[in-house]
């Protein structure tokens, strides 16, 4: 898997760019989850069932189309029943494609720094002879 692929997350046949170490798309995905928790503190659990799984997979649609634009949300769930379970099932791709490539960034950062750090054994070993001269 390259770094590429890393950063595009395929739903339902299609491709969505989602690079999250990328400052102002991390700023978009963070805005759209604040919009999501805002928005599913309205979400009225009383009255009918069939209401709140609406409102739960507006609530999904809302986040998709603020995270990758309009009409984003209209393709991933074309053709789908207004479906809590079809919902919800795209939201867990989702977490599970950001959960790959923060893992990936993490690993990459850690191996880079790793590179530059100087082992312990090594520093004491460099004092130690600065030492004997």
Not at 8 to 22: H, K
Not at 26 to 44: C, D
Not at 50 to 73: K, V
Request: contains cysteine.
């Amino acid at each position: 898997m390259s770094q590429n692929d890393l950063k595009v997350w395929e739903i339902n046949g299609i491709s969505l760019p989602l690079d999250l170490e990328d400052a102002d798309v991390m700023e978009r995905y963070e805005n759209a989850f604040e919009q999501m928790s805002s928005a599913e503190k309205t979400i009225r659990l009383d009255g009918r069932a069939s209401g709140r799984i609406r409102a739960y997979c507006m609530m999904y649609r809302n986040l998709f189309d603020h995270l990758f634009g309009d009409g984003t949300s209209d393709k991933i769930f074309a053709g789908q029943p207004m479906s809590a379970a079809v919902y919800e099932a795209a939201y867990a791709s989702l977490l599970d494609f950001v959960r790959g490539q923060t893992a990936a960034a993490t690993e990459r950062r850690n191996a880079l720094l790793e590179k530059y750090r100087p082992n312990r054994a090594q520093k004491r070993a460099a004092i130690k002879q600065a030492k004997k001269k």
